[in-house]
């Protein structure tokens, strides 16, 4: 495996954790498309059942380990500079795995009020009834952080650009409120991906991407990773088995060819979001944009600090006039697609009305065509 630091970002996303295979000389990563493995002999079968989900054990069943999975999982700790990491089924298999890791019946968490629509559902339904009390406070006020800690809070769980309003946390101040509380802090990057962020930089204990998004980044993957300690990710690892929450090879395959392009989309991600902020903020019918790049954000010296490669490719914005403008100006459209999800290389808008905004993920296409659809579709709207 090569696991080298002293390469530079761009060079590990093509290169770490992967390797020619010894078996057949193949230079790409070949997809391990099994469910078991054989064994030589008898006696190496038993063995393989003695050390049955340690570290050194061999490949016995994909549920636990495989080597197309475990090579996504090694390039991942190098990417976020982590110790280990571990890939799933998808995003929501991480997040609930990282609460299940800090906290049990009995104890307290504290989410973030600004957060994915799932990511509430799993917080508010499936958190009450493992017998996890959840408190939902706004991250960006600090003292009420403070003053929602209970004697029985475990964590603090954030996303690093909330989702859908486009708002940056302060993770070194969290870090130090965790700290002082003997808190861990869970950090979903799936915004930015460890190009534009490493949060283990601001002390988080737990790090996770849904790598359906910028991770694979083409739209046709779903997976999630789960990086932190040896100690944590191991105990995660038996967790999942029992769960049944392994990602297939062949999606971990997918996502490991998305991850050698991440530097140069997340580049034009970024370009091209801050590109689109600029045209949508100086436009008479747009009411206001949140994209945190933008130089009049107010947030703009926690982003320069945080994420001084950019903000990535993410923004929302809302309409003058009638709430059904929104759906007017998407039905407009002529290039971007109306879909969920982000991080693909296509551009994907949806009108979240009970927002009152528009999300947008700003793909890799050519800024002036992105520019122009937009236009377009905003001339065909009176307010």
């Known amino acids: 495996m090569n696991k080298q630091t002293n390469w530079s970002f761009d060079t590990n996303a093509i290169r770490a954790g992967e390797h020619r295979d010894p078996v057949t000389g193949a230079h790409n990563t070949p997809i391990y498309q099994t469910a078991t493995f054989s064994f030589e002999t008898s006696e190496e079968l038993a063995d393989a059942f003695i050390n049955y989900g340690k570290p050194d054990c061999p490949d016995l069943y994909t549920r636990e380990s495989n080597p197309t999975i475990s090579m996504l999982q090694d390039k991942m700790s190098v990417l976020q500079k982590t110790e280990a990491s571990l890939a799933m089924a998808s995003g929501m298999a991480a997040v609930a795995a990282s609460i299940r890791l800090c ?32 408190t939902f406070v706004d991250m960006l006020d600090l003292e009420s952080v403070k003053n929602a800690i209970k004697p029985n809070t475990k964590a603090l769980f954030v996303e690093t650009i909330t989702n859908p309003e486009m708002f940056v946390v302060d993770l070194a101040a969290l870090k130090k409120i965790a700290t002082s509380y003997d808190l861990s802090l869970i950090v979903d990057n799936t915004y930015l991906s460890p190009y534009l962020l490493q949060p283990v930089d601001f002390g988080a204990d737990l790090i996770l991407d849904s790598a359906t998004k910028y991770l694979s980044g083409h739209g046709d993957a779903v997976g999630g990773i789960l990086c932190g300690s040896e100690k944590l990710i191991s105990r995660a690892r038996s967790s999942m088995s029992s769960f049944g929450q392994c990602i297939s090879p062949f999606n971990a395959w997918l996502i490991l060819r998305g991850i050698r392009t991440l530097p140069l989309r997340m580049q034009r991600h970024t370009k091209n979001a801050m590109a689109l902020a600029k045209m949508l903020k100086n436009h008479e019918k747009i009411e206001w944009v949140r994209y945190a790049g933008t130089p009049d954000s107010n947030q703009v010296a926690l982003m320069e600090k945080q994420f001084p490669k950019g903000c990535g490719g993410m923004l929302s914005f809302n309409i003058k006039g009638d709430p059904d403008n929104l759906h007017k100006f998407m039905n407009a459209l002529t290039m971007v697609d109306q879909a969920t999800s982000l991080g693909d290389v296509y551009t994907l808008a949806a009108a979240r009305v009970n927002y009152g905004l528009i999300r947008v993920s700003v793909g890799c296409e050519d800024e002036e065509d992105i520019l122009a659809d937009f236009a377009q579709a905003l001339e065909t709207i009176e307010i």
């Open 103 to 134: 906290a049990k019946a009995g104890d307290h968490v504290i989410v973030t009020d600004k957060i994915f629509v799932v990511s509430r559902s799993f917080f508010q339904e499936e958190c009450p009834a493992m017998g996890i009390e959840v």
